[in-house]
């Protein structure tokens, strides 16, 4: 069935990584959204008037609540893919997060409102009247929403959407929950228990649940979200892959939305080769990287000193240095400036968020080791931060 709503209205749906599919595939999700919990809504508040059950209503009132959200997706998605424009420079796709926070909201308001009634239902219980009716609509929206969350999966993967993927997660809970209403109505019909308020309370309390987590998972890439380890490691080794190649520092990837990650890094290269040859593999880089993983990357070529048995010597023992220092990551750059009365050992050091040792601390530490190689040696250290994670070389 997916499949086949897929290739029915999906336009060159095995391109999914191109801009225009991968809106139309996002349109069919809000569509499919809009039908089937608008129809699951009312089949379910009506049903819950009848029986006077507040757990089947606020469970019709949270399919109202999924139509919504699919609303949402649908103007979200027309939106994000706006051209960039002169206050925009970077595009619009931002607005798909802002989208799945905003339906994150809705879901959350939903749940605090409907754990007030389910509350209200407790303290002042009515008389419940189920049939076989209510049971099949029941097991009728279990598994259209079993469908919905496999349906949504399926496209948010195709097409790396964080708001697609929350709506399947939503769906998930939904199976979930009518799934709770459906055991309470049992129960209620065999052995005559009113659970009905302590299993609206029970659902409401799930929605909101589930509610904070979409938020924060949805505001993550607005925040400014560390970049996928995979996308960072993939960058470094096809970098490293090019001859002329010495090492690789300072990248950062900003996400500026799906299909919109702009990237830059320092790559270093010898500084006696022909600086034309090192241009052209930066270039060269530059090109195959962007294409092959679809962003915008721009290098930094970093001319360094090599085979100079000083610096080498100075690299080693620096990072005998710096080995046991929690937080530090790892240092670059890494040259010296000769003068009458001391000699400058420059270099950068990268250290993570954790790290707890001050930087001055650091250089001290880093000092005193090389200073027992060489009195006259004077440590001067430019601190990065680590905005990538790395987890391997």
Not at 229 to 257: C, F, T, W
Not at 265 to 271: K, N, R
Request: net charge negative; with cysteine.
């Amino acid at each position: 069935m997916s499949h086949w709503l897929i290739k029915k209205f999906v336009k060159n749906w095995e391109d999914a990584h191109e801009p225009e599919v991968r809106t139309n595939y996002a349109k069919l999700a809000g569509t499919v959204g809009i039908f089937t919990n608008f129809l699951l809504c009312v089949m379910k508040i009506a049903i819950g008037w009848l029986a006077s059950s507040i757990a089947i209503i606020a469970d019709g009132v949270n399919n109202l609540t999924d139509a919504s959200s699919s609303i949402m997706t649908l103007v979200g998605f027309k939106l994000a893919s706006q051209p960039e424009d002169s206050e925009h420079p970077f595009g619009h796709a931002r607005i798909e997060y802002l989208t799945g926070v905003l339906i994150s909201v809705v879901i959350l308001i939903v749940g605090i409102m409907l754990l007030k009634s389910s509350v209200l239902k407790v303290i002042h219980p009515e008389e419940q009247t189920y049939d076989a009716v209510t049971i099949l609509v029941l097991v009728i929206s279990i598994l259209v929403k079993l469908w919905q969350c496999f349906f949504y999966r399926g496209i948010g993967k195709t097409i790396n959407s964080l708001t697609v993927m929350a709506a399947s997660a939503d769906s998930r809970n939904d199976v979930i929950t009518t799934s709770v209403v459906l055991i309470g109505v049992i129960i209620n019909k065999l052995m005559g228990y009113n659970l009905d308020g302590l299993l609206g309370c029970g659902v409401a309390i799930f929605i909101i649940i589930s509610g904070v987590q979409l938020v924060m998972e949805t505001m993550s890439p607005l925040l400014g979200e560390a970049p996928d380890p995979e996308l960072v490691n993939q960058i470094i080794r096809m970098a490293k892959s090019h001859p002329g190649v010495h090492g690789i520092h300072d990248l950062m990837v900003h996400n500026y939305g799906p299909g919109r990650i702009f990237a830059s890094a320092h790559i270093e290269v010898d500084c006696e080769a022909d600086m034309m040859e090192s241009h052209d593999t930066i270039d060269n880089i530059e090109r195959e990287v962007s294409s092959a993983l679809g962003i915008n990357f721009v290098i930094h070529m970093d001319p360094v000193k090599l085979h100079d048995p000083i610096i080498d010597e100075l690299k080693v023992e620096v990072a005998r240095a710096l080995k046991d220092m929690d937080g530090v990551i790892s240092f670059h750059d890494l040259r010296i400036v000769p003068g009458p009365t001391h000699t400058n050992v420059v270099f950068d050091v990268v250290v993570g968020p954790d790290c707890k040792i001050s930087q001055e601390e650091i250089t001290a530490h880093v000092e005193r080791h090389l200073r027992r190689i060489d009195p006259h040696y004077f440590v001067v250290i430019t601190f990065d931060k680590a905005y990538t994670h790395i987890t391997e070389a």
